[in-house]
């Protein structure tokens, strides 16, 4: 069965501070995709990246980074020198076939 | 606004009530899903349609709930005799047909039973 884990419940940093969430996944099928989307306080889940299994290359998108790793089936991310509109629940997501399994998400509060 | 838009965003009943949401997906998009998030968790799956076709159900969908796409746009999603059990934020999504393709969400509806 696929699975999404993240163990981080809540997270708080001050402004600046570097900040990673973690994301664990397991999964039986060798194609699937993986996202992370982030919900403000408005409700609404904002899409952020995805990645295929056939892709480990890490990817960095202005102070959004992305460290995948088959090998501990993690995929996880980093916010540099964090900001407090980064401040929301950030999901990681598990795409197989045509229907997604969500983690629990991660409440990330960047103090001013 | 061509975004997936959702109504009620709020719907406060009393137990037993039946209440009807409503999802306008984007568009061009064949796909259309609902999920339920309550605090704390992430969206959990209830069903996906592709147009008009209910594809798959979650085992959480029971029987007092259902849902229909009969146009291929917009879908409703009905909770009939609601317990407090239900009170939940309901989210609906769409996305092209094309496997993996990345979900766009609605604004949700917040459900509180009393």
């Known amino acids: ?112 | 606004d061509t975004g997936v838009s959702q109504d009620p965003r709020h719907k406060i009943t009393k137990r037993g009530q039946n209440v009807t949401f409503r999802c306008d997906p984007i568009s061009e998009h064949n796909r259309l899903y609902w999920y339920r998030q309550t605090l704390g968790q992430g969206p959990e799956f209830l069903t996906y349609f592709q147009n008009e076709a209910q594809l798959e159900k979650s085992r959480l969908l029971s029987d007092r709930f259902s849902a229909e796409r009969p146009k291929g746009s917009f879908s409703t999603l009905e909770i009939q005799r609601t317990e407090q059990g239900d009170s939940a934020m309901y989210l609906c999504a769409s996305k092209v047909t094309a496997t993996n393709e990345k979900l766009f969400f609605g604004s949700g509806t917040q459900l509180s039973v009393l």
């Open chain 1, 1 to 112: 069965a696929q699975k999404v884990t993240q163990a981080q419940t809540e997270i708080s940093v001050v402004e600046k501070e570097d900040v990673t969430l973690d994301c664990v996944y397991e999964t039986r099928d060798t194609t699937y995709y993986l996202f992370w989307y982030k919900q403000p306080p408005s409700g609404e889940l904002v899409f952020l990246i995805r990645r295929n299994s056939f892709d480990e290359q890490n990817e960095i998108s202005g102070r959004y980074s992305w460290n995948f790793q088959k090998s501990t089936s993690s995929f996880n991310f980093t916010i540099t020198a964090s900001q407090v509109v980064d401040s929301a629940v950030y999901f990681c997501a598990l795409s197989y076939g045509q229907n997604f399994v969500f983690g629990p998400g991660t409440r990330l509060s960047v103090l001013p």
